[in-house]
Each structure stands twice: as C-alpha cells, then as structure tokens.
C-alpha cells in the first residue's frame, strides 16, 4: 500500500499523463491506483480529499477527451441585440459536427447596465427574466459548460445562484 501511496503523491506532483509515461502503465491503472489509496483508512481526512478531487478532475478530463467541444462565447441574453437565431445555428452547426460538449465562456447573460442599491429590485428582476429566457430558448440536448464572465458575476452579487 505505501507504493500506491508514492505513487498518488507523484500523480498529485507531476500529473497523470507524465506518471503513465514514466511508470510504462495506463492512465486507468493509475485511476485504479489512486481509488485505492482515497479508499484506505490510514491517509488523513485532508489527503483523502485531495486524493478524491484529483480522481474527479482525472475522470472528467479523460470524459472531455472522448468528445467533441465546441466554445461559444458573450451572447449576452438579455441585451435588445441578443439573437436566439444566432445561437440557435451555431448549435445546429454543432451538432453536424457531432460535438456533444459545448463550453460558453463569459458572458452568456446581459446582467444590467448600472447597479445601485435602490434599483436592486429591478436589476433581479431583469436578471429573473434573463434566466427564463434562457431556460425557454437555449438549445437542449448538450453537455454546456459555463464559464462565468463579468456580466454573471452580476447576478451572483444579487445572490442568484447561477448553478442552478
């Protein structure tokens, strides 16, 4: 077991792919490691958690190798200029492609132009009818990631939870 230890401290260090290589072994052995050690009772509280997010983000990196992504990018839903038909070809150009993961990065909302604490009734509403647009008009049937620009940030300061 304090192999497989040494050998998770490497992962954790140098990186799955660089370990595979050097070990001669396969990324899923290495998984397989690494499952292992998280699983066993003798590491702390605190490496066990490391070990469990370095398996997660190991999975989900080999789950995006399998696919193909596309990027898309401030589309500003919400703003009078948003174009759902826009979206709405570039996601049907997506599929022709076969791509099956699509990653928004930044500014996929309008949010609201000026912020003042009197107006932050009106600025949630704004951003409550930005969501329902979205969730009514967004193409389904993607795997879409959102990376969260300064126009999202918005909405979190307003105490909406865009993970939802």
């Known amino acids: 077991m304090k192999e497989y230890y040494l050998i998770a401290k490497e992962i954790q ?4 792919q660089k370990v595979a290589h050097r070990r001669n072994c396969t990324v899923n052995e290495l998984i397989a490691i690494l ?19 370095l398996l997660e983000q190991i999975r989900f990196l080999l789950y995006l190798n399998a696919k193909k992504m596309a990027i898309l990018s401030d ?23 076969g791509i099956q993961v699509v990653f928004h990065v930044g ?3 309008e949010g609201f132009e ?11 509403s704004e951003c409550i009818k ?3 647009l979205f969730s ?20 979190l300061n307003l105490g909406i939870d865009l993970v939802q």
């Open 136 to 155: 009514e008009n967004y193409p389904k049937g993607f795997q879409n990631y959102i990376v969260l620009g300064n126009h999202e940030v918005q909405f």
């Open 107 to 109: 500014d996929l909302f």
């Open 75 to 97: 589309t500003h839903i919400g703003h009078e200029k948003a174009n759902f038909d826009y979206i709405k070809r570039a996601y049907d150009y997506f599929n022709k492609l």
């Open 35 to 53: 499952d292992r050690v998280f699983s066993d009772g003798k590491v702390s509280k605190s490496e066990r958690n490391d070990f469990r997010n």
């Open 130 to 132: 930005q969501l329902n």
């Open 13 to 16: 260090k140098l990186g799955v």
């Open 114 to 124: 000026h912020f003042n604490l009197k107006h932050k009734k009106r600025c949630k």
